[in-house]
Nanobody, 115 residues
Framework: QVQLVESGGGSVQAGGSLRLSCAAS????????MGWYRQAPGKQRDLVAA???????NYADSVKGRFTISRANAKNTVYLQMSSLKPEDTAVYYC?????????WGKGTLVTVSS
């Protein structure tokens, strides 16, 4: 059973930084592509950033240059470093991976950015 547990959310003022972590278990982490998604109230869940097993990354246009995704395979953990945060970054952030065609999600961590 794949389990993903996010941490690191909180409240921050605009321009501030946060680092989210996602600890994975129940899978061979090093072979999984991992992603961070976010969902703001009343909106759909959208991809923020993703990283492959080969450490290739891609980002949503809205976060390019401000967010950095990374992974530590020895710790079965993926990170999302968020800088220059804006009020529009306020959302619940979810960790995701797909294994044998099945999507797995964490429960999410709330990020609130005040102006």
């Amino acid at each position: 059973q794949v389990q993903l547990v996010e941490s690191g959310g909180g409240s921050v003022q605009a321009g501030g930084s946060l680092r989210l972590s996602c600890a994975a278990s129940g899978t061979v982490f090093s072979i999984n592509a991992m992603g961070w998604y976010r969902q703001a109230p009343g909106k759909q869940r959208d991809l923020v950033a993703a990283i492959t097993s080969g450490f290739s990354t891609n980002y949503a246009d809205s976060v390019k240059g401000r967010f950095t995704i990374s992974r530590a395979n020895a710790k079965n953990t993926v990170y999302l470093q968020m800088s220059s945060l804006k009020p529009e970054d306020t959302a619940v952030y979810y960790c995701n991976t797909k294994l044998l065609g099945v999507d797995y999600w964490g429960k999410g961590t709330l990020v609130t950015v005040s102006s």
